[in-house]
């Protein structure tokens, strides 16, 4: 009996894309996979109180890093934000264009996490509060109201290092300039 090398590989291509499909689906189904609480408390990445990596290099010289040479857990953070940024974000941002809303590249450096918790949560209370800087975004955008997230802090902040980790452009995609 001889061996059909090509029939071989079409029922190994065949098994592959079966695989990939039912993967896919139970992805989607939220059947496999992570959660944003498993990624975000993984224990061993430098974080702040609020679970934000610390990516700050030291020097003048912007270093660069790579989705892969980050530890697990601060790899599994980037990706919980990216997910999370999909799912809640993208409609209205993206990291380095203005869609609906700003451009999210460098809103570490506008705002301080602190003032950005309340404002994901509920942007229309810190418009309502008379802040400054939220009355000129709620101006420029032509008064339409950032939607409230019922987010947790964790959430946020991973959302917030997923910005920082992309935010790098084009030609850094996988990558994040820090100082």
């Known amino acids: 009996m001889r061996f059909n090398s090509v029939g071989f590989a079409l029922s190994v291509g065949m098994l ?7 993967f896919t689906l139970l992805s989607a189904g939220g059947l496999v996979g992570f959660s944003a609480d498993d ?30 040479d980050l530890s697990p857990a ?18 209205c941002h993206a990291v380095n264009e203005q869609v609906v809303g700003p451009a999210l590249a460098g809103i570490a450096k506008r705002r301080p996490t602190s003032w950005l918790l309340p404002w994901v949560k509920n942007a229309s209370k810190v418009v309502a509060s008379g802040d400054d800087y939220a009355m000129a975004i709620y101006n420029k955008y032509n008064k339409q109201q950032m939607p409230s997230f019922a987010l ?28």
């Open 16 to 22: 592959l894309i079966v695989v990939l499909i039912g």
């Open 39 to 68: 990624a975000l408390t993984t224990a061993g990445a430098p974080q702040d109180s609020l679970g934000m990596v610390n990516c700050q290099g030291s020097g003048s010289a912007p270093k660069i890093i790579f989705l892969a």
């Open 74 to 91: 601060e790899a599994k953070i980037i990706v919980t934000g990216d997910a999370l940024f999909k799912g809640n974000c993208a409609q």
């Open 152 to 179: 947790s802090d964790k959430e946020i902040t991973a959302i917030l290092t997923y910005i920082s980790f992309e935010e790098g452009g084009s030609a850094y995609k996988g990558q994040v300039a820090v100082d």
